[in-house]
């Protein structure tokens, strides 16, 4: 947890989804070495355009608040506010309409170098939810999940990810909190990575996985319901706990990795589906199941491996990338931060694990990331309620 918010997802921020690695090496300078700001244009971004359609009416009849996106708002089709930037071209790797290349905003654009995306913000959200409760309620976390993203000035990061557009959007239809969660089975990127950080992080409150696992997976489901998902955390959170416990992390990672699969189609060919139907939107919602869960059955091979933003991409590429660079944390963040796709929640991911495998941090991701006090703050305020103390 500690190297989570000590900089894996801040030092993988400005490259996020950038799937051209020359792309990343020509905008970076060779390729990110420390924290820097996302640059404008992102030459592969198809945020602008991106549906958010709450139930304006019922959400108001409700005096349920429906605006999470606030100034960002620009970038988004949303029943509320109006797109005010043409999308006229077709993004080459993935195949979705994109606007000319000087309004494909980043992701996380007007962000500073070391800034926290709205993930770290949402971790930092269950950090003093527990810590304010001494122990996890899911409602108080849900509490805070929506306070934070309906606040004005909480967020400064404009991505906000589809899982927490469709939960808002069941909300503003009158749903329960506890049931707003989308399922992968109706949108594809709910099994995305992302999904993991809250779970592994929660599971800490437990001395044993067996536990800590219950829970990750019951605190996922508020939020991504997803098998792909759970499949994933079935592996992240005994290994976690291993780590912890001093297991050997080469030892550790290798005896993971082979027990995840990834799916049958991956790489070229997943982007070859993507282009030809006009992006990932396209593909009958069907097909889109089979390609996330019609998986080898046998261990991952290093030529398989991809950087989308799915667990079953995700997962065997960040165990792979621990594997291979052992326990030296900076190379291994870096060598997945300049990987791309979705490198902020792969790193996050892989932050924890490396986290918990080693036993000195550098100072440096801590003392140059923005609101470092407060972040420390609130790790300590979490660690003290763990059953280690």
Not at 174 to 193: D, F, K, L, M, T
Not at 338 to 363: F, K, S
Request: aromatic fraction near 8%; hydrophobic fraction near 35%; charge should be negative.
């Amino acid at each position: 947890m500690q190297l989570l918010l000590n900089g894996s997802v801040e030092l993988a921020m400005p490259a996020h989804w950038y799937y051209r690695v020359e792309n990343i090496r020509r905008d970076f300078d060779g390729g990110i070495t420390g924290y820097v700001a996302p640059p404008h244009p992102h030459p592969e971004s198809f945020m602008v355009g991106m549906a958010y359609r709450p139930d304006v009416a019922t959400a108001q009849k409700l005096g349920r608040p429906f605006d999470i996106l606030h100034e960002h708002a620009r970038f988004y089709d949303t029943t509320y506010s109006d797109l005010a930037i043409d999308r006229t071209e077709q993004e080459s790797e993935h195949g979705n309409q994109v606007p000319k290349l000087e309004d494909r905003y980043h992701y996380h654009h007007g962000l500073r170098a070391g800034d926290n995306t709205v993930a770290a913000h949402l971790a930092r959200v269950l950090l003093r939810c527990c810590a304010s409760e001494k122990r996890y309620d899911p409602d108080r976390f849900l509490s805070g999940f929506t306070e934070h993203l309906t606040t004005p000035g909480r967020n400064r990061d404009p991505y906000t990810e589809i899982y927490i557009r469709r939960w808002f959007e069941n909300y503003s239809r009158g749903w329960p909190r506890h049931a707003c969660a989308e399922e992968q089975r109706n949108v594809w990127s709910i099994g995305s990575h992302g999904g993991m950080i809250r779970p592994m992080m929660l599971s800490l409150l437990f001395a044993s996985a067996y536990q800590g696992l219950g829970f990750a997976i019951e605190h996922q489901n508020l939020t991504h319901r997803s098998e792909n998902l759970a499949a994933a955390l079935g592996c992240a959170v005994p290994l976690l706990h291993e780590l912890i416990a001093g297991t050997e992390p080469t030892e550790a990672i290798s005896r993971a990795i082979r027990t995840v699969r990834v799916p049958k189609v991956t790489g070229t060919r997943l982007l070859d589906l993507y282009r030809s139907h006009g992006g990932p939107g396209g593909i009958p919602k069907d097909k889109m199941w089979r390609l996330h869960t019609e998986l080898v059955n046998e261990p991952v091979e290093p030529e398989r491996l991809a950087s989308a933003c799915y667990v079953e991409h995700g997962l065997p590429l960040l165990l792979a990338l621990a594997r291979d660079h052992g326990t030296d944390f900076r190379a291994t963040l870096l060598a997945s931060v300049n990987t791309g796709g979705d490198n902020v929640h792969r790193t996050a991911v892989l932050g924890l694990l490396l986290g918990a495998a080693c036993d000195e941090l550098p100072g440096d991701l801590m003392t140059r990331l923005i609101d470092s006090d407060d972040i420390r703050a609130e790790i300590d305020a979490f660690v003290a309620i763990a059953p280690t103390g």
